[in-house]
């Protein structure tokens, strides 16, 4: 009785076989669903938040301004070492300046002593006072007048003396009239001596005889000098 039973062996059937191999696994179903969500969601925040992507015009126009920026760049470079070197070649020529100046007050100084000791031998005004007239000349010239004018101020008088000189030139035309003339006045700026020398107009036909010759405060208009003297040809 057993040796008569026969041994079943399986044998798929061919339908089946086929309908499982035309379905794809489950699990690389969901990896592939996963990936193309994962894809989409990508996608969606790059456009929607990320970045905007340039296109080919705007990534051309963005190369030209840097490009731009960089030779401006280059040229403010160029300007800024010239500004540089011209800054150093002037420090260099005050730099000779001041050497220059430093020997022309050494040469000055004996000058001016020698100066000084001039004013103290020149005569002083007549009239007497810290500051007067010490010397003049007024000539007459083609209808016009040269006056020559040495002011004196006596040494340790503080602050230089600012004031006019005023000059009245007195005279007498072809008819026999008698006249005066005022000349316009003559700023003074008076430490210890100062020479104020000048041509001044005079009306046609006058002949200039005499001159009064005044220093003037510039503010008050005091009187702090003054001197007559003949004009000469």
């Known amino acids: 009785m057993f040796g008569s039973q026969k041994r079943q062996v399986f044998k798929p059937s061919v339908y089946e076989t086929s309908k499982r191999r035309g379905r794809l696994p489950r699990w690389l179903v969901l990896l592939l669903l996963g990936v193309v969500l994962g894809a989409g ?117 503080g602050a230089p003396f600012k004031g006019q000189l005023a000059m009245a030139i007195e005279g007498r035309y072809p008819n026999g009239r008698n006249a005066t003339v005022e000349l316009d006045p003559v700023a003074v700026n008076l430490d210890r001596y100062e020479h104020l020398a000048g041509v001044a107009p005079l009306p046609e036909g006058f002949s200039a005889r005499r001159a009064t010759v005044r220093v003037l405060d510039a503010q008050t208009q005091r009187q702090h000098a003054m001197r007559i003297l003949i004009v000469r040809d």
């Open 41 to 157: 969601g990508l996608l969606f925040l790059q456009t929607s938040y990320g970045p905007q992507r340039l296109t080919v015009l705007e990534s051309q126009q963005l190369t030209n301004e840097v490009n731009s920026g960089n030779i401006e760049r280059q040229r403010l470079q160029v300007q800024l070492e010239e500004s540089q070197r011209t800054v150093e070649t002037l420090k260099a020529e005050n730099e000779k300046l001041a050497v220059t100046a430093a020997q022309a007050e050494k040469s000055v100084a004996p000058l001016k002593e020698e100066l000084a000791l001039f004013a103290d031998a020149m005569p002083e005004d007549p009239r007497g006072g810290p500051l007067g007239v010490s010397a003049a000349t007024f000539r007459r010239d083609a209808g016009q007048l040269r006056y020559h004018v040495l002011l004196l101020r006596n040494a340790g008088q």
